[in-house]
């Protein structure tokens, strides 16, 4: 690695100010698991690390039953996993954190840098997707929030302006008597990107789709949400043929690529048969 | 001139800094550049060699240590991050030359080939017994999805850990 200047600031504003002190030659270190790679393989030229982990109150999960969720920049995948609020109320959550890597990865990684690395295939953003979870971004302009698929500009590009930093995920209570499903399908048991990554969240009503929420991973530049899909299904009668259909739907949103770990074409396959199933494990 | 060195030659000391390192309970006073990996800092400062240098990009395991109780990949940590941190390695593990029950279920379960994985394996499964003193034979598959062994298969090593955590029960 070349050398670099280590910062430390005690509070956001501070952190800000020493992004835009250093130009693009400042990054922000919280977890390191992507930082560190790319600082190994000379892929940054950096001038200075600046670390979170002196900022007072960002490793916190915070629960209550009106706001729901409020989960720290520095909180880790290890504390959503042990986090009882977590598991008991968002479960596709738990469950994308028990996918995460391995126990020394989970261990020291955040969900914010999840979200701010911005892989295609990130874990993190599909249950925020279907839980419809909002990300506080802090910068010199002050304070903005945003829907989780807004901070997602493109393959490894956030949308995060200079200086600033995401400082917060809001996730709220998912609606009552909604059942849903994460798939991460992948090549290997762990330690694997996934090939195709789906969430969904659905409730029905008297034999008919009421509230429908599908989110894809790995198909496209950014992870997002099938609306095409999700409309197709909402209000209509639960039928084996028209679920099989948001399957095929979903696949025109997507643009799934060729790449070392499956083909568009399986890949088209995994998206059809996948939504297929996900639905129908959320049905009661 | 170019960034690098006109930092280094107003702020060549920006670069670097004083940290205190615990490590098995001892204490060490080090200068360390910014950019020096725990790793780096445990075997080529301390000399503490039983912390493993393979893939060095996080995914191996082979470099496992324990921070604060955490199992983490050493070779993607800063040492600096590591300062004023409890570090437990491979060599603290034993006590007054005495094996940990997971060392001794290592040995007699045949969990040992030719051993680099053991360091990062042991420690990982201090980590998972500590949090989880009597896990199920998939929670400790899941532990130590982050440790590669290329020798044993993994099955007597799933067998030691489980070994231990009855031994460790009594």
């Given amino acids: 690695m070349k050398e670099f200047e280590l910062h430390e600031p005690v509070s956001i504003e501070d952190a800000s100010r020493l992004l835009a002190k250093f130009g693009g030659r400042g990054r922000i270190l919280a977890g390191g698991t992507d930082l560190l790679l790319e600082l190994k393989r000379g892929q940054l030229n950096l001038a200075a690390v600046i670390s979170l982990k002196e900022i007072k109150g960002l490793n916190k999960i915070r629960f209550t039953r009106k706001e729901g969720l409020r989960i720290g920049a520095m909180v880790t995948w290890s504390q959503l996993l042990e986090s009882k609020p977590v598991s008991r109320n968002y479960p596709l959550l738990a469950k994308a954190a028990e996918k995460m890597g391995s126990m020394q990865i989970r261990n020291v990684a955040t969900l914010a840098g999840n979200l701010a690395h911005a892989s295609p295939a990130a874990n993190g953003p599909i249950p925020l997707l279907v839980y419809e979870a909002t990300c506080v971004i802090q910068g010199p302009n002050g304070r903005r929030v945003i829907p989780v698929e807004k901070i997602f500009g493109g393959v490894q590009k956030n949308t995060l302006r200079r200086s600033e930093i995401l400082t917060e995920i809001l996730v709220p209570l998912p609606p009552a008597g909604t059942r849903g499903t994460y798939y991460k399908f992948g090549l290997r048991q762990a330690m694997d990107l996934a090939v195709v990554g789906v969430g969904t969240l659905v409730k029905t009503k008297n034999g008919v789709f009421d509230e429908v929420r599908i989110a894809l991973g790995a198909v496209a530049p950014k992870p997002f949400r099938v609306k095409k899909a999700e409309r197709l299904l909402k209000g209509k009668k639960i039928e084996d043929r028209l679920i099989r259909d948001a399957g095929e739907t979903a696949v025109i949103e997507s643009a799934p690529i060729t790449d070392i770990r499956a083909s568009m074409e399986y890949r088209i396959e995994l998206i059809k048969e996948l939504i297929y199933r996900a639905i129908n494990e959320s049905l009661p | ?170």
């Avoid at chain 2, 921070?67 to 491979?90: F, P, R, W, Y």
């Avoid at chain 2, 130590?144 to 460790?168: E, H, K, Q, S």
Wanted: contains cysteine; aromatic residues 4%; charged residues 25%.
């Fill in chain 2, 1 to 170: 001139m170019p960034i690098q060195s006109y930092f280094q030659e107003r702020w060549g000391q920006a670069m670097k800094r004083k940290i205190r390192l615990t490590v098995n309970n001892e204490t060490y006073d080090l200068e360390v550049e910014n950019r020096r990996t725990l790793l780096e800092v445990i075997r080529e400062d301390l000399h503490l060699l039983g912390t493993k240098q393979m893939c060095n990009m996080g995914e191996c395991g082979s470099c496992t240590v324990l921070m604060d109780g955490q199992a983490v990949n050493s070779c993607i940590t800063l040492a600096v991050e590591a300062h004023g941190k409890k570090i437990e390695t491979i060599e603290g593990v034993a006590r007054d030359g005495k094996l940990d029950p997971i060392q001794e279920a290592f040995v007699a379960k045949g969990a040992v080939q030719c051993g680099y994985c053991s360091p990062g394996m042991i420690m990982t499964a201090k980590d998972l017994l500590a949090k989880n003193p009597q896990p199920t034979e998939k929670e400790v598959k899941t532990a130590i999805a982050g440790n590669l062994c290329r020798c044993t298969g993994y099955v007597r090593i799933v067998d030691a850990i489980l070994t231990a955590a009855d031994t460790m029960k009594e």
